[in-house]
Every structure is written in structure tokens, then in C-alpha cells.
């Protein structure tokens, strides 16, 4: 809260004072990157995007949230657990997958080099080193845990750009997951800031002294909360104003409510990047006729998404040597 205008007269001062700065609401560049470097040390490459902030936009939106789980409960739902790869690991890597672009697990070996069991590492805290084969896992404490060439095993998601971290394919619908996030958070404000977006207050030819302007304003200052909305008390000496008070509204949100549509375009935005049918988003239709036959729309996502889905899970039985990932058929494709 500044004062951004102070002019003496002969009579009283004018003043003119704002609060409540705008808040910049595409401030994320997350999908902004050329390339991935070494890190200071030059032990390993730094991911070329903020793998936290993926993690962080899982909660900024719920459909976003809901897709991303739900594409993990697809792999889980046909999958056969086996003694190398349990349900858990399969579980963790499945949702580091859908997330962030890759996945990391290490393997154990017997005294005959058979692998015999595989451990989740998150793929937030991992790093690809420097030396081929060699990973490091960032610890809590600033520490780092290195692993023998061959111990871990990477996959990725493929990237135009660099080909050392996986990315995911949603990458670039980032902006419309904070647009839709920044609308509700707008709206949140308006309910509790309570200036119903805004106003300014005026008085013309009060005869106020500069101590009784300074009290008004310390009083609007004080009685308006945080938020997106921006008033404004003006103070003029001198004019011919047929009102010595005037207060005069910036906008109606009543009338003039934009909310909705923001949200339901961001919303069709999103459900676009994830490929995903509204019908098995847990969105209401609008309409009596609804989405249509939710076990067709089940047969040709399947069909089209689900079983793509699964092919970098079915890649690591190249890698270890064993059948240790397979899934089940569904239901409708056993069927006579």
C-alpha cells in the first residue's frame, strides 16, 4: 500500500492513494527448456524441467489429479504381480511414470546374476550421472547415494529436446492447469477480501483537512483483506463536483461472472492434453443424453490408450531378464 499521488492546494490536499498489487498469474515457466546440464559438481545432469513442481501441479487442479491417477489404476488394474516385481513397486512406478516421464527401480541379484527381487526408487530424487550406467539418489540431509553401473534401471518417456530424462506428455497443457487454478483462487479472495472487485472512493469538495484524509485512508487500508482486488480513495480539494462523495464500482461480479466459463474451458483443455473421455473423468453431463455408453468408451480407450500405456512396463522384462511385468486381457477381449 503506497501513496501514488500527493498534490497540495490552497485549500486541502488531494490525495490519492491504491493497495492490493495485481498478481501475476502465468508466472510458471516449468515447460520452458533447451536442454538438460551437468550440475556444478559435474557428477550429474540436472533435470531439465522442476520435477517437484510436477509433483506440486498434481494438487493444483483436480481433474489434472484425478486423469494422472486414474491412467495409474489403468496399468494396475490388469497387471500380475510376481515375486520380482510386487504390487507396491509396480504401483509407485506406475504413478512416477504418468507424472513425471520416467521411472527408476534397482535390482537385486542372486549368486547366479538372476534378479530375484526390484525396489521403487521415487524418480523426483534421482539423477542420472555423468558416468554411463551410474545414478545418484539426493537425500534429505544434502547427502547423495551412488549405485554401481547396472544396478538401476531408467525409463523414459522419449524427449525431441535431450534423451538422458524422460518428460511427460502433458507438458505442454501446464498452462492451463494454473489458469484454472488461479480462476478458483480469484474466486476464493472475492468471497473473503469482500471488495467485490474493487472500487473507488471519491469526495470533492469536502473541505477535509490532512488529517481527516489521512484517517480515511488508513481506515480503507485497514478495512480491505489480501487478494486480486484493487481499490482506490481519491481526495480532491477542489472542483465542481455536484457530489462531495461519490463511490464508484470498478466491476459487478454479480452481473458479470466469468468464472464458469474459464473453468469449463480450462477443464476441456485439460481432459484434451490428457486424451481422456469426460465419461471416465467423473464429470456430470450437462445433458439428459449424457457421454454415451461408458463400456464402449472403456473398449476404445483401451484400445487406444491403456495398451500403449503398458509397453514401457513390458520393457522391463528386457532389461532384468525375466517375465516380471505382464498383464491380464480384459474382460470383453476373453469373451466368445
Known amino acids: 500500500?503506497?501513496?501514488?499521488?500527493?498534490?497540495?492546494?490552497?485549500?486541502?490536499?488531494?490525495?490519492?492513494?491504491?493497495?492490493?498489487?495485481?498478481?501475476?498469474?502465468l508466472n510458471n515457466h516449468i515447460s520452458e527448456y533447451i536442454g538438460v546440464y551437468l550440475d556444478t559438481l559435474g557428477e550429474y545432469y540436472r533435470p531439465p524441467v522442476s520435477l517437484s513442481g510436477l509433483a506440486d501441479l498434481m494438487n493444483a487442479n483436480p481433474h489434472h489429479n484425478s486423469i494422472l491417477h486414474f491412467k495409474k489404476n489403468m496399468v494396475m488394474k490388469w497387471f500380475v504381480p510376481s515375486t520380482v516385481m510386487t504390487y507396491n513397486t509396480?504401483?509407485?512406478?506406475?504413478?512416477?511414470?504418468?507424472?513425471?516421464?520416467?521411472?527408476?527401480?534397482?535390482?537385486?541379484?542372486?549368486?547366479?546374476?538372476?534378479?530375484?527381487?526390484?525396489?521403487?526408487?521415487?524418480?523426483?530424487?534421482?539423477?542420472?550421472?555423468?558416468?554411463?550406467?551410474?545414478?545418484?539418489?539426493?537425500?534429505?540431509?544434502?547427502?547423495?547415494?551412488?549405485?554401481?553401473?547396472?544396478?538401476?534401471?531408467?525409463?523414459?518417456?522419449?524427449?525431441?529436446?535431450q534423451d538422458i530424462y524422460g518428460l511427460p506428455e502433458y507438458l505442454?497443457?501446464?498452462?492451463?492447469?494454473?489458469?484454472?487454478?488461479?480462476?478458483?483462487?480469484?474466486?476464493?479472495?472475492?468471497?473473503?477480501?469482500?471488495?467485490?472487485?474493487?472500487?473507488?472512493?471519491?469526495?470533492?469538495?469536502?473541505?477535509?483537512?490532512?488529517?481527516?484524509?489521512?484517517?480515511?485512508?488508513?481506515?480503507?487500508?485497514?478495512?480491505?483483506?489480501?487478494?486480486?482486488?484493487?481499490?482506490?480513495?481519491?481526495?480532491?480539494?477542489?472542483?465542481?463536483?455536484?457530489?462531495?462523495?461519490?463511490?464508484?464500482?470498478?466491476?459487478?461480479?454479480?452481473?458479470?461472472?466469468?468464472?464458469?466459463?474459464?473453468?469449463n474451458i480450462t477443464r476441456d483443455e485439460i481432459l484434451s492434453m490428457h486424451r481422456m473421455q469426460p465419461g471416465l473423468s467423473g464429470i456430470m453431463p450437462e445433458t439428459n443424453g449424457g457421454f454415451g455408453d461408458i463400456e464402449k468408451i472403456m473398449k476404445v480407450y483401451h484400445e487406444l490408450e491403456i495398451g500403449a500405456l503398458q509397453q514401457p512396463f513390458l520393457e522391463i522384462n528386457q532389461y532384468i531378464g525375466a517375465n516380471a511385468v505382464s498383464f491380464r486381457e480384459p474382460v470383453w477381449m476373453t469373451e466368445k
Open 1 to 25: 500500500m503506497t501513496v501514488a499521488e500527493e498534490t497540495k492546494t490552497t485549500k486541502s490536499a488531494t490525495h490519492m492513494f491504491e493497495f492490493g498489487a495485481p498478481e501475476p498469474v
Open 90 to 161: 509396480m504401483q509407485r512406478l506406475a504413478l512416477d511414470y504418468v507424472v513425471t516421464g520416467m521411472m527408476y527401480f534397482q535390482q537385486f541379484k542372486n549368486g547366479f546374476g538372476k534378479v530375484v527381487r526390484t525396489e521403487w526408487l521415487p524418480s523426483l530424487t534421482m539423477r542420472r550421472g555423468r558416468k554411463k550406467g551410474v545414478f545418484f539418489k539426493l537425500n534429505k540431509d544434502g547427502s547423495k547415494t551412488e549405485y554401481k553401473p547396472g544396478e538401476v534401471i531408467q525409463i523414459n518417456n522419449p524427449d525431441l529436446k
Open 172 to 263: 505442454g497443457g501446464i498452462q492451463s492447469v494454473l489458469l484454472s487454478e488461479e480462476a478458483g483462487l480469484f474466486r476464493r479472495k472475492y468471497y473473503i477480501n469482500g471488495a467485490h472487485m474493487g472500487y473507488i472512493l471519491v469526495t470533492n469538495d469536502a473541505d477535509l483537512d490532512e488529517e481527516t484524509a489521512k484517517k480515511i485512508q488508513k481506515k480503507v487500508q485497514d478495512s480491505k483483506g489480501p487478494g486480486n482486488f484493487r481499490s482506490l480513495y481519491l481526495n480532491i480539494g477542489q472542483s465542481k463536483a455536484k457530489e462531495p462523495v461519490q463511490i464508484i464500482p470498478v466491476g459487478d461480479i454479480g452481473t458479470k461472472d466469468e468464472f464458469e466459463r474459464v473453468k
